[in-house]
């Protein structure tokens, strides 16, 4: 091989708009610009990595300066190639061009270069062109640095920016720029391009092993031709589909579909014969599973739309058989198997071994595709109990019953209460707040004139924006009586309670209600039985209670045998008004 030998990404770099392959709005945008002398100052190029941001650059470059065969053209969207400005920047020698990596120099100082040349006219060159690639790594100050040339540049400059990171530069350097997005390339675009290569290179070439380097090239033009690079390396000869997926670590498209086949049955002895058997090929356990939630959406597209078969690259018996799965498959059976491959491509990353791990994970994904949805559990469920027959996943327990609330023992319980005859709401009656704005709770319609109940009298706390004497009474106060009538309150006090509550509780219940309170405050005796407990423990015993008895029941204990590892967080009654003694 020849030392002056190019890589095929350099050696077919396109050299004129008309090579650039799809970036037809960049083409239009730039030809009209040029046509009518509307050349803006700074053009910012942004994409991912190998989709020809610097080939435009450099393109641009040439554009404006060639001046024709003869000597006497203008900007033109053609460049000729050969007048000597255009064979200059070709070989990256033109002193009026001038290509800076901002990866490699980062700080303010060299971008005092850039502006100091930039206000030098050019020496031969109708513009003097700066391109600086990767522009996102420059320093703060270098940004800040460029703000005033680049907003107001001398007439006979150009800037031209690529980045990959769009997301790292300033909206002060995107906003002084005209911005184009460079497309991702897609499938069919990279396999006609490396089909034009080989066809250049003299190279027989698969169709199928075109495909795979195209697919795996990602939308990057430069990554499709290095690995076309490797593929005639490997196989200098003919480029076979086989070589093309041992470089790759892949498997067979048939092997996968089979593998889907068997997983998406339950096969699991199966799933893991054809698993093992593709590893010892060479394949590699993130591929295969990679290659799996390819199939896998797919089927979803073409479940979607059929119109999704126009645009896949596969063979038609392959489609075909794709097809076919997607009629029989459903959404949230698809949707599952995705969630499932997806999560276990990254725990790959953490494993001791990534065959071990592929495997748990078809065991995994097989033993999912014999369970029902959660939906059609419900909805079997829902019918069944309706019918009053017995339920195909469980049967009904004898004792099972919907969840009450537990009558648990309250402070209005106690005998001391000598205002209160019969058990009230928990919403008590005859309280307007004081306040615009309605409290987002049970309590948003007390009134503060008079509390008929503990709760009553705590819920003022809420509606007049005293959360932390609220909370005092809820975590630190046990009730021992009330009497509405004198006013008096009886309580007592556990440890960790403000020094100030009582005063404070006392001046805001006069300052409410208009009457002076007789508060007897003890502190915490664990002995007596004459106080209830904090209204904190009684509302989580009552949850505990409600979890309980949900757990019993012939729903939630179906759910929890097909799904062991849900826990029930909490339990809300929609068709029952919970009431306290």
């Known amino acids: 091989?020849?030392?002056?030998?190019h890589v095929l990404a350099r050696k077919y770099r396109p050299q004129t708009f008309a090579d650039l392959m799809g970036q037809d709005v960049l083409v239009d945008t730039l030809t009209n610009a040029i046509k009518h002398h509307r050349i803006p100052h700074?053009?910012?190029?942004t994409g991912v990595r190998g989709i020809g941001k610097t080939?435009?650059?450099r393109i641009?470059?040439?554009?404006?300066n060639c001046v024709g065969e003869d000597g006497k053209g203008g900007e033109t969207i053609s460049p000729c190639g050969k007048c000597q400005p255009c064979v200059d920047i070709l070989a990256d020698r033109h002193l009026d061009v001038i290509e800076m990596d901002a990866a490699s120099r980062t700080s303010v100082d060299d971008i005092r270069k850039v502006i100091e040349a930039a206000y030098y006219k050019p020496s031969s060159a109708r513009y003097k062109v700066q391109i600086i690639d990767e522009i996102h790594m420059l320093t703060k100050q270098a940004f800040n640095a460029l703000l005033k040339t680049l907003e107001e540049p001398p007439e006979y400059t150009k800037f031209i920016f690529a980045t990959t990171e769009l997301n790292r530069v300033p909206d002060t350097i995107i906003s002084r720029c005209v911005r184009f997005d460079l497309k991702r390339f897609d499938r069919s675009t990279l396999k006609d391009l490396l089909q034009k290569t080989?066809?250049?290179?003299?190279?027989k070439v698969e169709a199928e092993a075109l495909s795979l380097l195209a697919q795996a090239a990602n939308g990057s033009a430069r990554d499709s031709q290095s690995l076309l690079e490797r593929a005639i390396s490997l196989s200098p000869g003919t480029i076979t589909d086989g070589a093309v997926r041992s470089m790759l670590g892949l498997t067979g498209q048939d092997d996968v579909l089979n593998l889907l086949q068997a997983v998406l049955t339950g096969e699991t002895a199966t799933a893991l014969t054809l698993f093992d058997t593709a590893y010892k090929n060479g394949a590699d356990p993130d591929q295969i599973l990679r290659a799996l939630c390819d199939l896998t959406h797919e089927i979803s597209c073409l479940k979607i739309s059929s119109d999704f078969a126009e645009r896949s690259l596969l063979v038609k018996e392959q489609l075909d058989q794709l097809q076919n799965l997607a009629s029989t498959l459903s959404v949230p059976v698809l949707t599952r198997l995705w969630q499932v491959l997806t999560k276990g491509r990254e725990e790959l990353k953490g494993a001791p071994?990534?065959?071990?791990?592929a495997e748990m994970i078809l065991i995994r994904t097989c033993y999912l595709s014999e369970l029902p949805t959660a939906q059609a559990v419900i909805s079997e469920l829902t019918k069944q109990q309706g019918q009053n027959k017995p339920n195909a996943?469980?049967?009904?327990p004898a004792n099972a019953e919907i969840p009450q609330a537990p009558k648990a023992s309250t402070p209005l319980e106690t005998p001391q209460v000598e205002a209160q005859k019969k058990k009230p709401d928990l919403a008590p009656k005859n309280i307007k707040p004081e306040i615009a704005e309605t409290p987002p709770s049970e309590f948003q319609n007390l009134k503060p004139n008079p509390p008929e109940s503990f709760v009553d009298l705590v819920a003022l706390f809420e509606i007049h924006k005293e959360p932390l004497l609220k909370y005092e009474f809820e975590n630190h106060v046990k009730f021992i009586a009330l009497d509405v009538n004198k006013p008096s309150l009886e309580i007592e006090l556990t440890k960790g309670i403000a020094p100030d509550f009582v005063k404070k509780v006392r001046e805001l219940l006069a300052r409410w209600t208009g009457d002076s309170w007789d508060i007897q405050a003890h502190k915490e005796n664990k002995a007596s039985t004459k106080a209830a407990k904090?209204?904190?423990v009684q509302n989580k015993e009552t949850k505990d209670q409600l979890v309980e008895n949900a757990r019993k029941t012939l729903l939630v204990k179906t759910a929890l045998e097909i799904f062991p590892q849900a826990e029930i967080k909490d339990v809300k009654l929609l068709k029952q008004s919970l009431k306290t003694a």
């Open 1 to 5: 091989m020849s030392k002056n030998y």
């Open 60 to 64: 641009i470059a040439r554009a404006l």
């Open 55 to 57: 080939t435009t650059a």
């Open 534 to 536: 904090t209204l904190r």
């Open 393 to 396: 996943f469980l049967k009904e």
């Open 42 to 45: 700074a053009i910012l190029l």
């Open 198 to 203: 080989c066809d250049q290179e003299d190279i």
């Open 353 to 357: 071994s990534s065959a071990q791990a």
